[in-house]
């Protein structure tokens, strides 16, 4: 029996065939949403994840789910170096589109809420629509303004809830412009709301001082990656031995990333018997791991100078006890002390915002699952 097409491809956004693991995440994100509808005045939310822990299937999920609510949501994808409060403005004129075709109605007084955000940004929305009135207190303030505004047209289109705006990978953001949006959306949250935008990113996404509702995305269990590779196995009447689910369970380290490159490199062939047994699993580390590291790890190291690099491998040997003095220390810096003063100090900046590391409290960690393990076999 041919096993048919293989239905497990990993890479970036792509959603896997079965999403397991993440039902107490989906129900958070939906009940946030759900009671800003109902008028209930909530922090903004983040949702947080390492790279390789499936942050863009997620929002995409969070959006599928709230658009059967009555919410029109939209994921705008924030590239490096893109602008955010822009992109927020985007996302808000594709709502408005979408919304006023439902309603039947005029989008133009959300569109002129939109553009005036992109003009209050510094730069403009090709919209055929004058913008709104800027008034006062710069983008943050025009973009709270633009949320009321959006979540009254709900409220007088007898919609459950209004436009919201997920925006994959703010940890491109600077940390002024994340704090700013964040804001916007705590100060329109403080009065029934039918509109908000979500950030996700990297942990520490959140600024500092910034109260915030976070939603993160941890590892998988051992029973979420099994149900995530046994389901589209029967579904392909693809018999896979209890034996290779517990290999890849094992060596996957429960990411979700590595789940699917690992299964989708044992999948028999055309010609081959419709099988998996862990032997198949066992050839398919190597090949998910030669991918991991020509997709994910290369590109990295090789755009990283010789004082990133010790950082990166000092954060990795340091493991649970990276923190940054104990990590200028074991790179032998003299003010490791005194971080102000440390010449590592801007370069561990740097690292951060280009999402390699991010900071959790005191702690460095690394950004990129089994990146540590990758270091030490080189």
């Not at 397991?20 to 989906?26: M, S, V, Y």
Request: aromatic share 4%; proline share 8%; glycine share 10%.
């Amino acid at each position: 029996m041919s096993s048919g097409p293989n239905p497990f491809e990993a890479g970036d956004g792509v959603r896997p065939p079965a999403l397991t693991g993440r039902d107490a995440e989906l129900t958070e994100v939906i009940r946030h949403l759900l009671a800003l509808a109902d008028g209930v005045a909530m922090p903004p939310l983040l949702v947080t994840a390492r790279h390789g822990m499936g942050k863009t299937v997620f929002l995409h999920e969070v959006a599928r789910q709230v658009r059967s609510h009555g919410w029109s949501p939209v994921v705008v994808p924030l590239g490096a170096g893109g602008e955010l409060m822009l992109e927020v403005a985007r996302g808000l004129a594709a709502a408005a589109l979408h919304r006023a075709r439902r309603a039947g109605r005029s989008p133009a007084p959300q569109l002129a809420e939109a553009r005036a955000l992109a003009i209050a940004a510094g730069a403009d929305l090709p919209l055929d629509t004058p913008p709104a009135d800027l008034g006062a207190g710069g983008p943050s303030a025009v973009l709270a303004g633009a949320l009321r505004a959006a979540g009254r047209a709900a409220t007088d289109d007898d919609l459950r809830g209004g436009p919201v705006v997920l925006i994959d990978d703010a940890h491109h953001a600077p940390a002024d412009d994340r704090r700013a949006v964040l804001d916007a959306v705590a100060s329109a949250g403080r009065e029934p709301s039918r509109a908000t935008v979500v950030l996700c990113g990297l942990p520490g996404t959140i600024p500092r001082g910034t109260v915030c509702s976070e939603v993160g995305l941890p590892r998988l269990d051992a029973a979420a990656v099994v149900d995530a590779v046994r389901r589209p196995c029967e579904a392909a009447g693809v018999a896979i031995d209890e034996a290779a689910l517990r290999a890849i369970a094992r060596r996957c380290a429960g990411v979700p990333w590595f789940v699917q490159a690992m299964a989708g490199a044992a999948w028999p062939g055309p010609t081959a018997p419709a099988r998996i047994t862990a032997d198949d699993v066992l050839g398919s580390v190597l090949a998910a791991e030669y991918a991991l590291a020509t997709r994910f790890f290369g590109p990295v190291l090789d755009s990283l100078d010789a004082d990133e690099t010790r950082i990166v491998r000092g954060v990795a040997d340091l493991g649970e006890q990276a923190t940054f003095p104990a990590v200028a220390h074991l790179l032998g810096d003299p003010d490791w002390f005194t971080p102000e003063r440390s010449a590592l100090a801007p370069r561990c900046g740097t690292l951060v915002r280009r999402g390699v590391l991010y900071p959790d409290g005191e702690r460095l960690c690394l950004a990129l699952p089994l990146l540590d393990r990758y270091l030490r076999s080189r």
